[in-house]
């Protein structure tokens, strides 16, 4: 089993819809989580950042983390054609590498 | 300001061929990372460097794999010679230390292709 699950789509909605992306983890340490947005041909940028467990709001994206399920979601209110892109789940437990899940692909349809 | 500046973008080479990929990250970054993504993949972290030492390079495959920091800036990350599995994007990140250890800036990524 891999550290970090996430399921990498295609996944398709029309522009408007609500987004749901979710990792699984299987590590109990990792204390740090991370959402990193890629377009393509581009590097990732980091998007959300949430220490522990609990919901984090920026906008139209809400990361939430249930640590006692090793679940973390990101959503994405409203979405919009420029949020196509592969959306990287990260984590780690502190001083030590991220380890990354492998992206879900969106595309959102005008 | 600028970003994590990556060069080259792109690079097709022979297989056994060199190839060398160039990192400048952002002013003031003292961690500097080289990770490796493949198709459909997330990056994997082939080495860290702390300032001009390597802290983290135990995925990194030192038999046809190098990677320099000199003066604790720029860096470089050699494949010699390279094979067809090595085709993959090789990506460059910065991070402040301390607190924001974890906010990793990303380079556009040299992408390279092995024939």
């Known amino acids: 089993q891999k550290e970090v699950e996430q399921d990498p789509g295609p996944l398709s909605v029309p522009e408007g819809a609500i987004v749901s992306l979710n990792c699984t983890y299987s590590?109990?340490?990792?204390?740090?989580f991370m959402w990193y947005r890629q377009y393509s041909r581009k590097g990732p940028e980091l998007l959300m950042y949430?220490?522990?467990?609990g919901n984090k709001e920026d906008g139209r994206f809400t990361a939430q983390v249930d640590k006692s399920s090793k679940y973390i979601s990101l959503f994405i209110r409203d979405s919009q054609p420029s949020d196509s892109a592969t959306y990287l789940c990260a984590m780690n437990s502190g001083n030590t590498p991220l380890v990354f899940g492998k992206g879900t692909r969106l595309s959102v349809i005008a | 300001e600028a970003g994590v500046v990556q060069s080259p973008r792109y690079k097709i080479i022979e297989k056994k061929q060199p190839v060398a990929f160039w990192c400048n990250p952002i002013?003031?970054?003292?961690?500097l990372y080289w990770y490796l993504q493949n198709l459909g993949q997330g990056p994997e972290l082939l080495i860290r460097y702390e300032n001009e030492e390597a802290v983290d390079d135990s995925q990194l495959p030192k038999d046809r794999f190098s990677a320099e920091r000199l003066k604790g800036v720029d860096s470089t990350l050699k494949i010699q010679p390279a094979e067809l599995g090595d085709s993959a994007v090789y990506l460059c990140?910065?991070?402040?230390?301390?607190?924001?250890?974890?906010?990793?800036?990303f380079g556009a990524g040299s992408r390279l292709t092995v024939l």
């Open positions: 949430t220490y522990s467990s």
């Open positions: 002013s003031g970054h003292n961690t």
């Open positions: 590590n109990s340490a990792f204390q740090y």
């Open positions: 990140a910065s991070s402040l230390g301390g607190g924001r250890a974890n906010v990793l800036t």
